[in-house]
């Protein structure tokens, strides 16, 4: 939420509890039937970014709450029904990264249709638009579609997940079961509890296309003249201060309890998030058709690529970093909690407007204590 939209709309807190909220209900709806319906807005608004500059953008806006790009959750094999409203002055057409386009027709401007598929295998996606390839989500019109897998998927030793049984390999199932043990003694994992679920959605914006859209001009990213120079970089429409500070981003935690980080490019820039303090553990990738898949062999990254539209699940296991001895753990002197930085190992997309450091694509998490309950 930007600052501009505290004015018009007030606290980002009640935005964000009316949203997690409105969101719950939807859940709660397709898990007890078999259906799931919302509402998307396609707006032309205007967004300020981190160093006050005021540009043209897009936006997918929730009309009850007001949200902007909001997460959509859907649970697997229920029916997802959206109504679209094209408030925009071109025709638009909603798509998801792994589904057939045929399924999501190009609406009119001023019209409104409603568009209904089945959610398929568990995993994080990308909505936005395409009419124009990547204008239309290069402008803003983008947010992340998550599947879960419901309540009755687990691991063949019966721990809970956030995937879904079939298909879940060996490599991610000891994960899950090695959770509330081991090196992650804090508790199996609950998909209940918000904070261990974090969403990492980055962009990369470029003012002068923004400009071009603004003169309600078509945008052929293949050709020269519009070469992509992005001055700002976002984490969920946020960038620098805002996005270190913001509650849905920061991921926060007691040790041994790993947050899962759905990490998502809707941008054109590859990016390179880097976590200092732990490494994660892979989770899944997206192939050759934008479909997610289950990692085979999960291993420990210190960095790891996004290229645009993909997306990557990660696991911060919120244990010891390694640089702190054994013999010093836990701290006795340093206070909790310890703050660890997170940034992109693309070094250009560490400032805004082309030298503003560190207002780009950047935050932090937080280690809170040694277990939960346990004062420190």
Known sequence: MRRRDFVAYGSAGALTAAFAKHQFDQQAEAQSGSSISFELHMEEIYEEMID?????AMAYREPITRALRPPLRVVRGSTVQIKLVNKTRRPRRFAVTGYAPSLFPVIPAGQTATVQFVAGQAGTHIYHEDTQGAAGRVVGLYGAFIVTPGAANKTPAGSATPYQSAGLTPALSAIFDEMGRGEF???KWDPSIPTRD?????SSID???NKVVERDG??????PIYFFRP???TIN???GYDSAHDEQIVPKGYVGEPCLIRTLNAGLCTHAPHIHGNHVFGLTDVDSAGRCVYNTNVLENDVWILPPLSRKDVLLPFKKPDE???AAWPPKEEPWPLLYPMHCHIEMSQTACGGQYPQGMVTHWELLGPSRGVAV
């Open 218 to 223: 078509g945008v052929d990213l293949s050709l």
């Open 185 to 187: 003694p804090g508790g």
């Open 207 to 209: 003012p002068a296309i």
């Open 198 to 202: 974090r969403i990492w959605l980055m």
């Open 237 to 239: 429409g946020l960038s």
């Open 231 to 233: 001055r700002y970089f």
């Open 324 to 326: 702190i001895p054994a």
């Open 52 to 56: 006050g500059e005021v540009i043209f």
